[in-house]
């Protein structure tokens, strides 16, 4: 039986199944009748939040029917509500960005109820024809999930985004420096501002953003020990009315990211250089100490873009061209992996989240490596073949 409440507060039962319902009104219809919400839970508590959620957006007149509610109205609810607070700011960005740029343009003004799968995947496809697979596949990711929160608060029978067709990815294929590449570039960065940096990154594999997060606390000089554990975010200010982009720092997005890297001697040398240098600029007058390893001249922490334009100075001095600077982490991975590192021990040096992606981004060199193990067992096999005859 329901429980009687007072006037516009709803009201809540229990079904036969041990499940819970609430129901409240929401207006009157054309006719003058009253129109009824229900909301449907496995526990009286979890039906209470919804009826409550409800009657509060409905006494603010921010509440709107499910029926009636389009994709861009869910959007916006879903980023707020369900995102703000459970993701990392850069994450947020990167949804409400695929959302503004791709989704709202396309079907933000249908309704979620009527939302279809086919109309799902005519934008997919519309979004193959300009974009790289990569990046629709991000649009669907956010769609999916933004569907797949309505579907669990009961607001739509099924999530239109299941079942579509994505476009097929090309295998991405790690850009490295071969061996003479690489001396050329590292006899380049001496000469560079940033480039002891570079040389760094060389041996140790780490992403950009952590590298420019690197503070000196992060060293354990003692016994050659790197430990990453944060990285920079680029993110754009919510109180700002202009929304400028704003640099902070935070933890790595996955816990995989968090780990320590020992330091080859060469490595602990650069880093004891580079300290004294900075102590020695940090008696200057208008130097910031962010106790950062890596920072500008007065001491404020680096640009990204700024870095990827003096790697390109240091690969034009090198006499080279083409690459990124995310190949120094793909060569610190080819050399090692070319010396025999197990595959597990550099995923973990890499801090990436599983052993397949390792493996994925370095399979051309996987080939070379298994031929080099598979000729270690020249001898034994060929003795065992001899005494055979």
Known sequence: MAKKRGQNEG????????????????????????????F???????????????????????????????????????????????VK?????????????????????LKIQELRRDAVQGMLNELSKRLAPETVKGVYITLHAALEQAFKNNMISANSASGVILPKAAKTRAQAFTREEQRRFMEAAKASYMGEMFLLDLGTGL???????????????????????????????????ERKWLKTFGTPKTASSVRSV????????????????????????????????????????LDPRNTQRAFQVVLKRAGLSGFHIHCLRHTFATRGLEHGIELRVLQELLGHSTIKVTSDLYTHVLPDMKKDSIMKLKDAIADNAVRQV
């Open 11 to 38: 009201s809540i039962g229990r079904r036969p199944d041990g499940s819970w319902w609430a129901r409240i009104t929401v207006g009157k219809d054309i006719k003058g009748n009253q129109k009824r919400k229900a």
């Open 262 to 301: 020992p330091l080859l001697p060469y490595m602990s040398e650069l880093l004891k250089s580079v300290k004294k240098r900075q102590d020695e600029r940090g008696n200057k007058t208008g130097y910031e100490d962010n106790n950062l390893v890596f920072a500008t001249r007065s001491g404020k922490p």
């Open 89 to 109: 700011p850069t994450t947020l960005l990167i949804y409400a960005s695929r959302a503004d740029k791709h989704i709202r343009p396309a079907i933000g003004h």
């Open 207 to 241: 992403r950009v953003g952590e590298l420019i997060s690197l503070t000196w606390s992060d060293i354990d000089m003692e016994n050659s020990i790197l430990r990453v554990n944060r990285t920079l975010n680029i993110i754009k200010s919510v109180d700002d009315s």
């Open 40 to 86: 449907y839970g496995k526990t009286r508590r979890e039906v209470q939040r919804k009826m409550a959620a409800a009657l509060s957006e409905l006494n603010h007149g921010s509440f709107v029917e499910p029926s009636k509610m389009t994709v861009n109205e869910w959007l916006d609810i879903w980023l707020d509500d369900y995102k703000t607070q459970s």
